[in-house]
């Protein structure tokens, strides 16, 4: 079994920072990736940011330049730092971890962030 565990949400006024927190743990053998997604009320799930096990990352067009990811490899861990917080950043937060003796990611429960104006 695989586990993730999310921290770090919660409620920010615009222009704050908060950083988010995810640990894997389990029967994990080759990470491909981590990332986090996001979901607000009436939205779709959309990618916020993705790193490689080479480091190699990706961000949505609306988070470049405010948010940024990383991981600790060896402890299993990504983070996001999400800074210039706008209300329109305010969602569920999910980690998504890509191994590769997996078919299919798997994702954490979620953390809500928000962020008033």
């Known amino acids: 079994q695989v586990q993730l565990v999310e921290s770090g949400g919660g409620l920010v006024q615009a222009g704050g920072s908060l950083r988010l927190s995810c640990t894997a743990s389990g029967n994990i053998v080759v990470i491909n990736a981590m990332g986090w997604y996001r979901q607000a009320p009436g939205k779709q799930r959309e990618l916020v940011a993705n790193?490689?096990?080479?480091?190699?990352?990706d961000y949505s067009d609306s988070v470049k330049g405010r948010f940024t990811i990383s991981r600790d490899n060896a402890k299993n861990k990504v983070f996001l730092q999400m800074n210039s917080l706008k209300p329109e950043d305010t969602a569920v937060y999910y980690c998504?971890?890509?191994?590769?003796?997996?078919?299919?990611?798997?994702w954490g429960q979620g953390t809500q962030v928000t962020v008033s104006s």
């Open positions: 998504t971890l890509d191994v590769e003796e997996a078919v299919a990611p798997y």
């Open positions: 790193i490689t096990s080479g480091g190699n990352t």
